[in-house]
T-cell receptor, first 109, second 113 residues
Framework: RKEVEQDPGPFNVPEGATVAFNCTYS??????FFWYRQDCRKEPKLLMS?????NEDGRFTAQLNRASQYISLLIRDSKLSDSATYLC??????????WGAGTKLIIKP | DAGVTQSPTHLIKTRGQQVTLRCSPK?????VSWYQQALGQGPQFIFQ???????QRGNFPDRFSGHQFPNYSSELNVNALLLGDSALYLC????????????FGQGTRLTVV
């Protein structure tokens, strides 16, 4: 089983809709969690950290469920510019990043 | 203030050759981590350098080696290239292990033919 699992998609979503991704992880000792965004053939960029209490940044909301070992990302009022691959990332006990393979999101006009 | 810069941006090599990739971290960052990202996959950790020493290493063979210089810049060397080494190689700079403030370079796309 992979340490971090994501649905590869693609998720095809109309502009303005709400979309949610889940990501499951196997290492219960994971310290921190992040969502990164990666545009085609570009470097990944940090979208947001994920906290146990849940956190929101504008149209983006992230949640962590340690008991079930999953994290989620919710995007409201999706924009064409949200089209990208979203990577679920955790930091392990050695302070290294473990990456999912990403979920591809396509926002359609 | 430049972020993380990597060179070259693209590279084509033949099987069996050797390659050196370079990374200059963001100003003020002292730790450099290297990742390999194959097409359709997430980045895989290769190794991390801090204070000119390899501090941690992922599951990569000894063909992959590196170096960090006193100015914190780093090199990734790959010997005896295989077709499977074709990937995007990413460099990330941090201050220690503060990943919430990590910056990635634009990557070097290596194609082995």
């Amino acid at each position: 089983r992979k340490e971090v699992e994501q649905d590869p998609g693609p998720f095809n979503v109309p502009e303005g809709a709400t979309v949610a991704f889940n990501c499951t992880y196997s290492n219960s000792a994971s310290q921190s969690f992040f969502w990164y965004r990666q545009d085609c053939r570009k470097e990944p960029k940090l979208l947001m950290s994920v906290y146990s209490s849940g956190n929101e940044d504008g149209r983006f909301t992230a949640q962590l469920n340690r008991a079930s070992q999953y994290i989620s990302l919710l995007i409201r009022d999706s924009k064409l510019s949200d089209s990208a691959t979203y990577l679920c990332v955790l930091m392990d006990s050695n302070y290294q990043l473990i990456w999912g393979a990403g979920t591809k999101l396509i926002i359609k006009p | 203030d430049a972020g993380v810069t990597q060179s070259p941006t693209h590279l084509i090599k033949t099987r069996g050759q050797q390659v050196t990739l370079r990374c200059s971290p963001k100003s003020g960052h002292d730790t450099v981590s290297w990742y390999q990202q194959a097409l359709g996959q997430g980045p895989q950790f290769i190794f991390q350098y801090y204070e000119e020493e390899e501090r941690q290493r992922g599951n990569f063979p000894d063909r992959f080696s590196g170096h960090q210089f006193p100015n914190y810049s780093s090199e990734l060397n790959v010997n005896a290239l295989l077709l499977g080494d074709s990937a995007l190689y990413l460099c990330a700079s941090t201050v220690g292990a503060t990943w919430a403030e990590a910056f990635f370079g634009q990557g070097t796309r290596l194609t082995v033919v």
